[in-house]
């Protein structure tokens, strides 16, 4: 009888006693957000997103005009996924790297989550021990400085405040979260960033993401989808996973690419989407082309001679192409009004593979 009893009081206490023992809640994303990487497991089963960098603020010719979009001026639809870029928030003189103000940053942001798209934010952040950009590759000691123990850790705390507090400010109208995929640390297996390949240490690389989580976190920051993205370095799965910063942080599986010579870019498009499909279906995780493009698409069937055939064997979520700069001259990525890749652009939105935004609400994806 005795025995009876002790076991039903076991049962009675133990959820209590598994809840003590689970990991606490910071680290739990809010239901939107969830509910954003289910969606992007889902969307390879109807075709792959269109995305662009800065879509809303600025194209050729033109800034700040409301609602206008040189995609949207194109094929007469959003894209699915817009892109910002947070880089230098950290300085908190308001505006970023390229000029916009984070201010109207997050207007654009809420207006496109309205419109049921989906944001992705890069961070080119500066140098924290040159104080020069993110480029600036002088110094190979940042990425341990800014490490615990580091003369340059406190510091680089706050900066990492600031992303935190601007991703947690992120909100519809009546005041829910929005979800975004944040993917810091890119391109990483090139050394062109000050926490590039040959400008850290695997561990060193895998600390400072460990590090940027856990802040994050720490902050209550539950808004955001992780995205890992490399460049195109890696040869195979082994060499995309050595600087991984591990399944718990991760939560998309990306890479960025750019087209110089044709051949060359559907080489390593075919490499790193075969290595991404891979890990993808590995750790159960969606997969994306987190940044791509020709620059001035001088090339009148790029995107349904090149872009489409390639991507439409693989099970992606989104593709992004990079911005369409006004103020450097020939740098844009997808194609304006009198643009010579216009009628194909058409012709890769027409096709049935291809999702933009009023397509997420048509599928009610
Ligand atoms: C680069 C270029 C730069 C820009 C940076 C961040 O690829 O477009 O001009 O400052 O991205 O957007």
């Given at each position: 009888m005795k025995i009876f009893k002790f076991i039903f009081v076991i049962m009675l206490i133990s959820p209590v006693l598994l809840s003590c023992s689970q990991?606490?809640?910071?680290?739990k994303k809010t239901d939107s957000t969830v509910a954003l990487i289910r969606k992007l497991n889902q969307i390879p089963s109807h075709g792959f997103m269109f995305g662009h960098h800065d879509d809303t603020v600025y194209g050729i010719g033109w800034e700040?005009?409301?609602?206008?979009?040189d995609v949207k001026s194109v094929c007469g639809d959003y894209p699915a996924v817009i892109s910002f870029d947070l880089g230098r928030i950290e300085k908190r003189t308001g505006f970023n790297l390229d000029k916009i103000s984070f201010e109207k940053i997050r207007k654009e942001i809420v207006k496109h989550h309205d419109r049921g798209g989906i944001i992705s934010l890069s961070w080119h952040v500066?140098?924290?021990?040159?104080?020069?950009?993110?480029?600036?590759?002088?110094?190979?000691t940042v990425v341990k400085s800014v490490l615990p123990g580091g003369k340059k850790h406190d510091m680089f705390i706050c900066w990492l405040d600031i992303v935190a507090d601007y991703i947690n400010s992120l909100k519809t109208k009546n005041g829910t979260k929005i979800p975004v995929i944040f993917r810091p640390?890119?391109?990483?297996?090139?050394?062109?960033?000050?926490?590039g390949q040959k400008l850290c240490t695997d561990n060193d690389y895998k600390e400072l993401w460990r590090m940027t989580y856990d802040h994050m976190n720490k902050r209550n920051v539950n808004n955001v989808v992780y995205a890992y993205s490399p460049g195109s370095?890696?040869?195979?799965t082994a060499e995309y996973l050595q600087r991984y910063p591990g399944d718990d942080i991760v939560d998309l599986i990306g890479f960025d690419t750019y087209q110089f010579e044709r051949s060359d870019y559907i080489r390593n498009l075919e490499k790193s989407l075969s290595i991404v499909t891979q890990v993808g279906r590995f750790k159960n995780k969606p997969i994306a082309i987190t940044e791509t493009g020709y620059e001035a698409i001088p090339d009148s069937s790029w995107w349904t001679e090149t872009l489409l055939p390639v991507i439409a064997r693989y099970p992606v979520s989104y593709v992004l192409v990079w911005r369409n700069a006004?103020?450097?001259?020939?740098?844009?990525?997808a194609p304006y009004p009198g643009q010579q890749s216009e009628n194909d652009f058409v012709r890769f939105y027409n096709n049935t593979n291809t999702i933009f935004v009023s397509d997420i609400k048509k599928c009610d994806l």
């Open positions: 990991k606490p809640v910071e680290g700040g005009d409301s609602d206008r979009s500066d140098n924290p021990v040159t104080m020069g950009d993110s480029w600036d590759t002088s110094d190979s640390w890119h391109e990483h297996t090139g050394s062109w960033f000050w926490w370095e890696p040869e195979n006004r103020e450097k001259e020939g740098h844009y990525y």
